[in-house]
Structures are given as structure tokens and as C-alpha cells.
């Protein structure tokens, strides 16, 4: 079953991201706003920057003068994406490699070869579409 089931099966397209000119504050607003860990940092074309997590923006707003002139790419740290045929158990695996609780999900054009940020998924994601999963299974 964790073989068997892809990303993009559950993935979140709508997860949170911010270009890498965001203003710290902005970014905490958005940040207190999703269910999920991080925040990716990504380009107008789609290039990912990183992922911003809780914890560093938590960090980050203890520092002096953070709130006015840190900007997500400050903070953006880099992460191995995934992509959207990757399985249950290869996220899992890459979530608990990097210490993270969410990864981003690049797809490739097929025509440039770009890769481009589709969306977030979780360690929450994740268990909820393996429990569905088993739950149908059953």
C-alpha cells in the first residue's frame, strides 16, 4: 500500500508559498495560516527557493530588527523535493531524512526539462491518505 500510492494522489496544490521578497511579517501571517510545517519559498516561474519552517521563523523573529528587514529568502532553506510519482514510502523516507514535516513538489516540464513547485505535501497528509487507504482496504 505504501508502494502503491503516489504524491500527487494527495498532495496540497494550494499549499502556502511566498516569493522570496516577502517581508518577514507577512510571512509569519502566512505562515499562522497553514495546517502545514513550512512554507516554500518560490519564484514567479515556479523555481523553488525553500522551504521556510515554523521553527526557523520562529527564530528568526527573536532576532533584533528581524521584523523589518528579513525577507523569506533570508530564511528559505534548501530541500530535496519530491516529484509527483514519488510513493507513500519514499515521502515518508525523505520527510524523516531531512527532520521535516512537510517537502515540496516539483513537476517537470516535459518540453524545457524546468523543474516548477506544484505543491506541499505533509507527514499529516500522508497518515490521512494511508488511514483512508487501509480504511477501503478493510
Do not use: C, K, W
Amino acid at each position: 500500500l505504501m508502494h502503491r500510492l503516489h504524491v500527487n494522489a494527495f498532495l496540497d496544490p494550494n499549499g502556502a508559498r511566498v516569493t522570496p521578497a516577502t517581508h518577514v511579517l507577512e510571512l509569519s501571517l502566512i505562515a499562522s495560516r497553514t495546517p502545514q510545517d513550512a512554507v516554500a519559498v518560490v519564484e514567479e516561474d515556479g523555481t523553488l527557493v525553500g522551504l521556510v519552517t515554523r521553527r526557523a521563523l520562529r527564530t528568526a523573529l527573536q532576532q533584533r530588527d528581524a521584523d523589518t528587514v528579513l525577507l523569506a529568502e533570508d530564511l528559505a532553506e534548501p530541500v530535496t523535493p519530491l516529484a509527483p510519482e514519488a510513493s507513500l514510502a519514499e515521502a515518508l523516507r525523505a520527510l524523516n531524512a531531512g527532520g521535516l514535516d512537510a517537502l515540496p513538489v516539483m513537476e517537470r516540464d516535459p518540453r524545457t526539462g524546468a523543474a516548477r513547485f506544484i505543491g506541499l505535501v505533509g507527514r499529516a497528509d500522508i497518515l490521512a491518505m494511508y488511514e483512508r487507504e487501509l480504511e477501503h482496504a478493510v
